[in-house]
């Protein structure tokens, strides 16, 4: 079990240009969140996601944030066009239930300069 | 609106000793409450939980008290040792077909030799 994944580990853009993050789950969760950290705000809750489908996405700060899961073992978070405020550790988290809590995953690093 | 607050944003404790860290919350909805504990450029790793009808739950070294009436939770780490040091998040869900966990800021726990 490798875990949940993410990748980039860490992005440096430039600001107005798209930013593509992506998770793949751990196999057999049925939930997907994502979830973004600032020293502000502490750890928000952007979106989930069960059985592929989205559920919440009222975390989403605002129309330039999109996410998207086409099939059970990947899901992206999309940012188009980026702003220097959306910096910020971004994690992937998937889970079986809520019984068992949630597996994170490493985080991505973005800076938007 | 914070619903998980955690009032503490650092503690320092000597080796060997308790850490208490705590956490209150808002919304009476809450049924379920969780720590995780994160590492610097980790993602958080889910540590102990406890329901809503359960006033304690151990776990090893790990205690989480719950005071449902003052709608308050801590987790006491005893002894503690300097690989408990990392940032201890409090997060909470509501029943009623809500799986989204609500964290708190976090406690940045430091365990000095």
């Known amino acids: 079990d490798a875990g949940v994944i993410q990748s980039p580990r860490h992005e440096v853009t430039e600001m107005g240009q798209e930013v593509t993050l992506r998770c793949k789950p751990i196999?057999?969760?049925?939930?997907l969140f994502w979830y973004r950290q600032t020293m502000m705000r502490g750890l928000e809750l952007l979106i989930y996601?069960?059985?592929?489908?989205?559920?919440?996405d009222s975390g989403m700060p605002e129309d330039r944030f999109s996410a998207k899961m086409p099939n059970a073992s990947f899901s992206t978070l999309k940012i188009q066009p980026s702003e220097p405020r959306d910096s910020a550790v971004y994690f992937c988290?998937?889970?079986?239930?809520?019984?068992?809590?949630?597996?994170f995953g490493s985080g991505t690093r973005l800076t938007v300069v | 609106d914070q619903q998980v607050k955690q009032n503490s944003p650092s503690l320092s404790v000597q080796e060997g000793r308790i850490s208490i860290l705590n956490c209150d919350y808002t919304?009476?909805?809450?049924?379920?409450f969780l720590w995780y504990k994160k590492y610097p450029a980790e993602g958080p790793t889910f540590l102990i939980s406890?329901?809503?009808?359960?006033d304690k739950n151990e776990d090893g070294r790990f205690t989480v008290f719950l005071n449902k009436s003052a709608k308050h939770l801590s987790l006491h780490i005893v002894p503690s040792q300097p690989g408990d040091s990392a940032v201890y998040f409090c997060?909470?869900?509501?029943?009623?077909?809500?799986?989204?966990?609500?964290f708190g800021k976090g406690t940045k726990l430091t365990v000095n030799p």
């Open positions: 988290a998937s889970s079986r239930d809520r019984d068992y809590g949630y597996t």
């Open positions: 196999s057999g969760h049925d939930y």
């Open positions: 996601f069960n059985n592929n489908v989205p559920i919440d």
């Open positions: 919304n009476s909805m809450f049924d379920y």
């Open positions: 406890i329901s809503s009808i359960k």
């Open positions: 997060a909470a869900s509501a029943m009623g077909g809500s799986e989204k966990l609500v």
